[in-house]
């Protein structure tokens, strides 16, 4: 009985959601191709209409009434606690609501707007990055990484005000602050998260610290300074994420390749035909358009496009490979299935697939496979220089994660201190001097503007590593692009769509819970 009533509410309200968000996906794709300041207007209120259908209390009673007596059908139930989690963060006071969405909106404003300066001379971000990428001059490359924290003191103000307005709407639903409450809202058991976190570390410290110590020896010949010299500044990127030792050989490999054709026979020896989606997608650089790159299944109905700007180098090769896999996701999911579950299970989910294709781009097999690369030498290098970014970015998400738990429960604490505490506990590096009085913080984007997010990543590239280990086997190789691992992919991963809770997907897929077995021993091997 309770069932059938649920269910024709579903086909009363589900419609209006499906209409708003293929409406909102549009106005997003126009903004994100044209930088169109009508789509822009238009996005915002469509957004907000959006948020007004799951903030009507008359309906999320209804939904608690379902719940409190009880759904039969398991996906009916699913779809019921999809809804629930999507009305909750919307059960506030509307002014705070409104509150949140405008600092919001204001925040991002004067981070994309900022720019910094070294000697008088304006600099944009990517500027920034260029300098610590390829740099030899340490004073420069000091002056670059100083000023890449120098947006953090414009935000840090901003970000408190905000996180404590986060943690307001946390306090009103019952959670003790705003990082628990998103945790229980993305279904992720705060106790689980650490304790995989810290098995993850505890696993690889050993690795880690070699691998440091090597790194340590190589900067300090390559800028001709002593280890004890050494800082953040001798990175290759601001944030300490990302392999410290160049190889810009890899980026060569591709100069004369036509990556996108690349792209397509990787799928296509996988079984995936990606021609529809070449086909919607926005491919290349364009005055306006998004320097970026990212997937949108438009309408849940197959109109799925990717935003890309390819140029013939490996990142572009791996991000291509890596938009496409969220895209043969997306179109691979029963269209079957009701709207609440025709989509992804989760982020960690559609990330873990995603970065295990682009990840490929730096294995041997795809390099002699696709690229003709036989130098030894050379593929050798390649697959340390990733191993090495594998142990650095996992110390950031420990950091970054940890910070975001400790920020919340108290925003008033002297979060700079807490920052360089964390970065020489996971980093076994010893901070900067003189930092005191900055908000280096404030500068990483997503503590700001993608809070309580960046666990995902980590998440996600645990899970794809034992995805990995599960398609060699099904395709009895040492490579993963073979039919056989491609429909593994389709039958087990995409067709489920979101039927199933992440974490029961992926026992589903691999006979057991999320384990860091592969992921541990790609980092110790
Ligand atoms: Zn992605």
Redesign the pocket.
Known sequence: MNDSAFDSFLKEFIPQVADKENQLSKALWILETTGSEDASRLLATLDNEFKLLFSDEKIYEKLIYFQKNGITDPFLNRQLNILINEFKANMIPKNLLKEISEKEASLALTYANFRTQIDGKVFTENEIRDILKQEKDVELRKKAWDASKDVGITLADKIVYLAKLRNKVANHLGYDNYFDMMLDLNEINKDMLFETFNDLKVQTDESFVKMINEVNETLANEYNVGIEDLGPWAWKDPFCQKDPIEHTKIFKIFENLDILEIARSFYDKMGFCIEDLIKRSDLYEREGKNQHA??IDMDRKGDVRTLNNIKPNAQWMETLL??FG?GVYYQCIDSKLPWLLRTVSHTIT??AL??LMGRQVSTKEFLQDFCACEDEQLLNDIEKGTKREQLVFSRSAFLITEFEKCFYEDPDQDLNNLWWDLFEKYYSIKRPENREGKQDWAAKYHIGLAPVYYHCYLLGEVFASTLHNQLLQVAKDDKIWKKPAGKFLEEKLFLPGNKYRWDYLIEYITQKPLSSDAWVSECNR
């Open positions: 990212f997937c890596h938009e969220h559609t990330e995603a970065i």
